[in-house]
């Protein structure tokens, strides 16, 4: 189904969070009974989630011996360009731990393509350091290099940053890489998540 619906702009929390779900970790396909356990949610909750997000374009259908398997609807524009506006809003949704990094890693925005916090970090607040992924091109390779050192200067973020540096080639020459997968699959975008989006389904394909 790849059609362009998504009718009725109304979501709950977990409907958001699913599909959001479902479109980073590209690599996957989920039944209902799967993903609920994954997400630890009810299971007759979530097969009428996705049945819904089917309907309104977001997700693909695949019967699978005898399961329906779910995945994002990356062939369908408007489901990308929704995607697109709930990664941007990443930054509003933080942990209350993860504000200060988030505004010092905004340095960043006119020199990469996109940018990310992955790791412990953005799970818990008991963290030893901060994981970035920074996508840009050599060119930048300096101007990224002062940024860094700007804010390691500032002393705002007490924990260490460590950074994941990739071009967007290494990207798509790297799409079958478990660990690049776990990066990309489970992060909050804090730049350019119109780059994340396209980088992603470049990938998915």
């Known amino acids: 189904m790849s059609g362009k619906k998504i009718q009725g702009l109304s979501f709950t929390k977990l409907e958001l969070c699913i599909v959001k779900y ?64 709930l990664i941007s809003l990443e930054e509003k949704e933080l942990p209350k731990w993860l504000v200060v990094p988030f505004h010092q890693l905004r340095k960043f925005e006119t020199l990469i393509e996109f940018g990310c916090i992955f790791g412990s970090s953005i799970h818990s607040q008991k963290h030893n350091d901060i994981d970035v992924l920074l996508v840009y091109n050599k060119k930048n390779s300096k101007r990224v290099g002062q940024a860094k050192e700007a804010i390691r200067k500032t002393e705002l973020i007490e924990q ?46």
């Open 160 to 205: 260490p940053v460590r950074y994941v540096e990739l071009t967007p080639q290494d990207i798509q020459k790297n799409n079958n890489d478990k660990v690049f997968y776990s990066i990309l699959s489970e992060c909050l975008v804090f730049c350019h998540a119109e780059k994340y989006v396209e980088a992603i389904k470049y990938v998915a394909n």
């Open 22 to 85: 479902f479109f980073k970790h590209f690599k996957e396909k989920y039944t209902p009974r799967h993903l609920a356990k994954t997400l630890e949610v009810n299971h007759a909750h979530t097969n009428s989630i996705c049945a819904l997000l089917l309907q309104k374009g977001l997700l693909t259908k695949e019967r699978i011996g005898n399961g329906d398997y779910y995945r994002f609807n990356y062939t369908n524009t408007l489901a990308i360009k929704f995607i697109e506006y």
